[in-house]
């Protein structure tokens, strides 16, 4: 990957000043078409060997672009979060908007280079890492944001060069750091574990730009026009891209059985009394659970989803009284605002995403991606159909992350469902909570019930099953959750 | 992944004799359609558990569908090739040309499906197959191919029943082997395995469709209406797929300054002595390597590539000079046959692989991909762009299976390939060797130069470096050429 990053470009001062102010001018005026048309969002990696100039490459965007809409990330590496959320947390909330550009200096790159190089990350788990990478630029793809990766280098004796020129003036002398002058002494092992990162991240979709750091001009140049070219091929693309198409890749069973035909949903609780004593019961158990010492090392992210009128309200609430009120948060998704529509449609979830200690009620979920999203045609079969792995991807690094997550699906049937809306429609307090949309929906019931099939096929995992909730007794139901919620705890405390 | 295949789907008798008709007649018809436009090809795999009916699947398609086109491949897997090829290479020889289709029962997944269920492959080995896995399947979508997987599913009672009914007639008790009695005993094993296997590799452009298998009349009419609903959705495309506009990805240097610029082509032999000596001890030393018994457990690829008049041909003639005719083959690449040409680009090297004790001589290679194709516009951008990660995908197989791969380029500066081009239209008996193709391309030299330099950053890897071998000097290229071989096939015996 380096090799004609070592040899000895330059640019003379000739050639640079003249061709500078009209690259500038260019690279604000794509700038501002983006910003005007925020068709798409940007992100900017400025990653590399140190003294290969990412700092004066930061500086120098700033200064040449309209910081206004040019966020500039140093986000240190941490091993853990100290909040407990993932590794990527910290990178999803600062994804830029369409129209704009979020630039990084450390990124998602530096933990797995730094800990593989000192030998604290075994091949096996750095290899794991590669793939999640992939994964997470192949989905900003995918969503539309235009990738950069820029990779500054300089050879070993041109590293040691710009050491010592820098630490020769008082000006610059505190530029080149212990850590500097360690990572020189190891700079074989990072040369080797980059190039290996390198090349196996440079995909179609989001390749490597390798620069040679040594002159300044040819750097500033060579950034420049590199931006301003992916900058102005994405504005000036005319064609709409089109999928190709595939193998339809729908399950839908040909006689129409699917996995919700088989619930027994005249399940009940024999009694009003019966039903209060389990609950309380349940209550205390799960409110003790929460209470337990080492509850403040994992945190529960529980999604609830369902038919409308399904209960999956009442259900919470049951779940909240068990729970002290600043142990938990209830997060309602209703349709995407503007700052969430700008963004990958994870982005919302990762938002709210709860520290150690505490419980996430999603009332609702990134579902409705492979749900209303896919039944109302919000989004295209290759974007829902991708949506599952990326769903699983997401899944599984709350769980590797000492999250537990609980997912229920309330279903009624149809008939209960008709009973429980005229029923709202003619209670005075309820009427609010019965919309058009609602009669709607109900008309699609039979797409929903494909959709929900798959979904729960697709993404029922070891880390993150679903839970079937035959809801048409909303007593049975409630009791269900609650045991549900209480079980998964209880399994991992 | 087998919720929804474990709900005792069924079809009866009516309608299934109602609805086979037309399916066989609108299958037919696709199938011909592909035929005749011979767009792209089909590759299907039809696997899942024993007693599931797959062997009854591809008895129903043969006799469904016109078996002339397509072939039915039931690959045994094998741990390692005897031919010493690498585990892919049967598969690739398998694949079908545009307007065909290929069943394949046993296929890339049986090895490491079974492997992993018996414990002989551990869970990094595992992951890194079903990378590969997917690498593999991205490509084919990537080249055109439509990909369908049908995975038959049974629940444990289910596959017990089946079983015990086989068993019971003698007419078909032969179909219950041993072999399927222990897989029985494995049920679970088998189950987690091939979840975690068909979940990670359930993509967007190669999904897995799992089939309730208990009741042959449901699984026929699914599987047929499947396969007639994917091809349908391929043939009857309007629209030509657009790619995205990515991120430009070139490399190419504003100083216009190449990996090529900095060779020291002038370097040259003393005297016609010199060389004559050297010459004769590197033969030797080559020939005795070729003999060593170790020799016989690896294989050799070797790859020259260069300049127009850079002097392949005759570098290429001293190694042969020194090899036994029986140990290797010179594979000259010309423009793609109308064979190679319907299928993935790579198909043509696989075919060419070396056995066991082997040296394969590429005259020109795959990496035509990246030069003239990419030059002269014969694939697109987003296609030369993936070819990089394709190609050394591709090596490191090679790599892996003990193949030592030795990489080439042999440049001459523009002066010197003038001065070759007139000495060849002077010699008579070498005026076939100049054409008007060389007088073009040398128009190109720098478009040329810059897509070797981009070549040799993404594609020189650990496992197969490329060599620079400075040209302008026949008789020096050709003793570096030896050298290099020679010192690559010594470092591995």
Same mark, same amino acid.
């Given at each position: 990957m380096f090799e004609s990053a070592e040899l000895g470009h330059t640019i003379d001062k000739e050639r640079y000043d003249k061709e500078v102010p009209e690259l500038r001018h260019k690279l604000l005026e794509a700038q501002y078409e983006l910003v005007k048309k925020a068709d798409f969002p940007v992100v900017m990696i400025i990653a590399g060997v140190d003294g290969a100039g990412k700092g004066e490459t930061v500086n120098l965007l700033n200064e040449w672009m309209d910081p206004r809409h040019l966020a500039t990330n140093a986000i240190r590496p941490l091993g853990e979060e100290p909040s407990g959320r993932p590794q990527m947390w910290r990178f999803w909330r600062a994804l830029p908007p369409k129209g704009h550009i979020a630039l990084f200096v450390g990124s998602w790159y530096s933990i797995p280079l730094v800990e593989r190089v000192h030998g604290d990350m075994k091949r096996g788990e750095f290899d794991e890492r590669v793939e999640e990478i992939k994964h997470f630029e192949h989905m900003l793809a995918d969503e539309g944001t235009l990738v950069l990766k820029f990779w500054l280098h300089l050879s070993k004796n041109g590293q040691k060069k710009r050491f010592k020129e820098l630490s020769k003036k008082k000006k610059t002398a505190w530029r080149v750091s212990d850590t500097d002058w360690k990572h020189l002494a190891m700079y074989k092992q990072f040369q080797t574990v980059s190039e290996h990162l390198l090349r196996e991240t440079s995909t179609a979709e989001a390749p490597w730009h390798v620069v040679e750091g040594a002159d300044e001009r040819y750097r500033n140049l060579t950034i420049g026009n590199q931006i301003l070219r992916a900058l102005r091929a994405r504005l000036d693309q005319k064609a709409k891209p089109v999928a190709p198409v595939r193998a339809p890749s729908r399950i839908e069973a040909i006689d129409g059985v699917t996995i919700l035909d088989r619930l027994d949903l005249e399940k009940k609780v024999e009694s009003k009394d019966k039903y209060n004593d389990e609950l309380a019961e349940l209550q205390g158990r799960l409110n003790l659970l929460s209470r337990r010492? !080492?509850? #403040?090392?994992i945190s529960v992210v529980s999604v609830f989803e369902g038919s409308d009128a399904a209960g999956k309200g009442g259900a919470i609430r049951r779940v909240t009284q068990a729970l002290?009120?600043?142990k938990y948060d209830v997060i309602p998704i209703a349709a995407p605002t503007d700052e969430e529509k700008s963004r990958p449609y994870l982005w919302r979830f990762w938002r709210s995403l709860p520290q150690r200690g505490r419980i996430a009620i999603f009332?609702?979920?990134?579902?409705g991606r492979v749900l209303v999203e896919r039944v109302e045609n919000f989004c295209s079969e290759p974007d829902w159909m991708r949506a599952y792995g990326e769903i699983n991807d997401f899944e599984e690094q709350l769980f590797k992350n000492r999250m537990v997550v609980v997912k229920c699906w309330l279903q009624i049937t149809k008939d209960e469902q008709l009973r429980r809306f005229k029923e709202r429609e003619q209670t005075p307090y309820k #009427?609010? !909570?019965?919309?058009?949309d609602d009669w709607r929906n109900r008309e699609k019931w039979d797409a929903y019930k494909v959709a929900v099939n798959e979904m729960i096929d697709r993404t029922s995992t070891e880390w993150a099953p679903w839970t079937l909730v035959e809801a048409n007794d909303k007593y049975f139901a409630r009791l269900k959750v609650l045991r549900t919620l209480a079980d998964a705890i209880e399994r991992v405390l």
């Open positions: 010492r !080492k509850f #403040e090392d002290d009120a600043r009332d609702r979920s990134w579902y #009427e609010h !909570k019965i919309t058009d």
